[in-house]
Nanobody, 119 residues
Framework: QLQLVESGGALVQPGGSLRLSCSAF????????IGWFHQAPGREREAISC???????SHADSVKGRFTTSRDNAKNTVYLQMNSLKPEDTGTYYC?????????????WGQGTKVIVSS
């Protein structure tokens, strides 16, 4: 049974950087698509990035040029590098697994990690 665990969330000042990790336990991430999602306080969860099994990435316009997504299959981990953080990036970040594709659906979710961007 796949378990996803996010980590790396913290309080950071505007303009700062964070790297979030999504680690998998119980099953390999290899061969799967991994998405990152952001849920701001009081708002719906939105997709912000996705990485294919061979490392092809896509990012939402709201984070394009600031966030990058990468994966290390040997460590069974996917990363979200977040630069030039803005207060509107505050929220809970989730990773999820899709065996089918970034736009088809995700069947396993982590519990999330919290990011606060504030001075």
């Amino acid at each position: 049974q796949l378990q996803l665990v996010e980590s790396g969330g913290a309080l950071v000042q505007p303009g700062g950087s964070l790297r979030l990790s999504c680690s998998a336990f119980g099953s390999s991430l290899g061969g799967n698509f991994i998405g990152w999602f952001h849920q701001a306080p009081g708002r719906e969860r939105e997709a912000i990035s996705c990485i294919s099994s061979i490392g092809i990435t896509s990012h939402a316009d709201s984070v394009k040029g600031r966030f990058t997504t990468s994966r290390d299959n040997a460590k069974n981990t996917v990363y979200l590098q977040m630069n030039s953080l803005k207060p509107e990036d505050t929220g809970t970040y989730y990773c999820a697994r899709s065996p089918w594709g970034c736009r088809i659906g995700f069947d396993s979710w982590g519990q999330g990690t919290k990011v606060i961007v504030s001075s």
